[in-house]
């Protein structure tokens, strides 16, 4: 069965490095999310990717972060100088329709700033 | 703004109970709502997506409704079993432009052989 799949699964970083998630989402989806989770609070989203470009992005997206498509296949969420309140899961989806359509999640990336 | 509460927060069973899962949310206008499962420091794993059109949707022994104009929806699990121990998170898409899934609290469920 096609699923997400995500990289690294845990990450540990200091405070101020740039940290970089990868995602390889379902091959014939179009859709491209990350969501985050920070340890016993609700799922929360970050950002909305369509056509290579930013469909939706939520408050905490702020400029520290960027996402991008390098290629077919992979989908990238970059943190550039990350933060204490930055630990948390980090979770890609992806969907084949935007509004109909059934919302597949990898594992997600443990992201540790120390 | 959609808010999304589920109740109870934990439940406790012991196996073989059916049991029902509650989700509420403050905004109707929805496209559909997804339950998912989550187990402890893993992923969301879907299972079951119900549209705006639907009143049910089935898979095995799980049973989800949707009350749109109430604002409600039930995830039913038949005949509960050790392995359903998770939380079960449920999720509306709401009409408007926004692609984001709100999420509640979750229901954390533990079956007891």
């Known amino acids: 069965e096609p699923e997400v799949t995500q990289t690294p699964s845990h990450q540990v970083t200091q405070m101020g490095q740039e940290v970089i998630l990868r995602c390889v989402p379902i091959?014939?989806?179009?859709?491209f999310y990350w969501y985050r989770q920070i340890l016993g609070q609700k799922v929360e989203f970050l950002v909305s990717?369509?056509?290579?470009?930013?469909?939706?992005k939520s408050e905490i997206f702020d400029d520290q972060f960027s996402v991008e498509r390098p290629d077919g296949s992979n989908f990238t969420l970059k943190i550039r100088s990350t933060k204490l309140e930055d630990s948390a899961m980090y979770f890609c989806?992806?969907?084949?329709?935007?509004?109909?359509?059934?919302?597949?999640f990898g594992e997600g990336s443990r992201l540790t700033v120390l | 703004k959609q808010e999304v509460t589920q109740i109870p927060a934990a439940l406790s069973v012991p196996e073989g109970e059916n049991l029902v899962l509650n989700c509420s949310f403050t905004?109707?206008?929805?496209?559909?709502l997804q339950w998912f499962r989550q187990d402890p420091g893993k992923g969301l794993t879907s299972l079951l997506l119900?549209?705006?059109?639907?009143r049910e949707q089935t898979s095995g022994r799980l049973n989800a409704s949707l009350d749109k104009s109430s604002g409600r929806s039930t995830l039913y699990i038949a005949a509960s079993q050790p392995g359903d121990s998770a939380t079960y998170l449920c999720?509306?898409?709401?009409?408007?432009?926004?692609?984001?899934?709100?999420f509640g609290k979750g229901t954390k469920l533990t079956v007891n052989p």
């Open positions: 091959s014939n989806h179009l859709y």
């Open positions: 989806a992806s969907k084949g329709d935007r509004w109909t359509g059934e919302l597949f």
């Open positions: 905004d109707s206008a929805i496209y559909n």
């Open positions: 999720a509306p898409l709401t009409q408007g432009g926004s692609e984001k899934l709100v």
């Open positions: 990717f369509y056509n290579n470009e930013i469909s939706e």
């Open positions: 119900i549209q705006s059109s639907q």
